[in-house]
């Protein structure tokens, strides 16, 4: 509003606009992001897009997961951020292990729902 020196009811509206035209959405905190032209993004939590990962690296039970720090770099996060995710694989039971210096393993291959 100050960059431009608009009201706010002229910025909100803006953002309906860029909303409508699929280039800006709303993104959790009450502030917007750019959506990429052309660029299909995945909007399912982490946990479930890090649980794929066993699917198309080919993973079975009692094979080890990568890193947090690989995958963290894989999917564009920071490490906490991947951490927290693989916990949540953990507490589902699809990962065991973890922890400092020790290595992650597939516990079960998850089962992916079919929507239709």
Do not use: C, N
Request: glycine share 12%.
């Amino acid at each position: 509003m100050r960059e431009h020196g608009v009201s706010r009811g002229v910025a909100i509206r803006a953002y309906g606009v860029l909303r409508q035209e699929g280039l800006a959405e709303p993104a959790p905190g009450a502030r917007w992001r750019v959506v990429r032209s052309g660029a299909l993004v995945d909007r399912r939590p982490l946990h479930e897009r890090v649980a794929e990962v066993i699917a198309t690296d080919g993973l079975q039970a009692g094979e080890a997961f990568p890193s947090a720090s690989s995958l963290a770099e894989r999917f564009g996060v920071s490490r906490p951020t991947m951490t927290k995710a693989l916990e949540k694989l953990e507490a589902a039971g699809v990962l065991a292990g973890g922890g400092q210096g020790k290595v992650r393993t597939v516990r079960a291959v998850p089962i992916r729902e079919e929507r239709s």
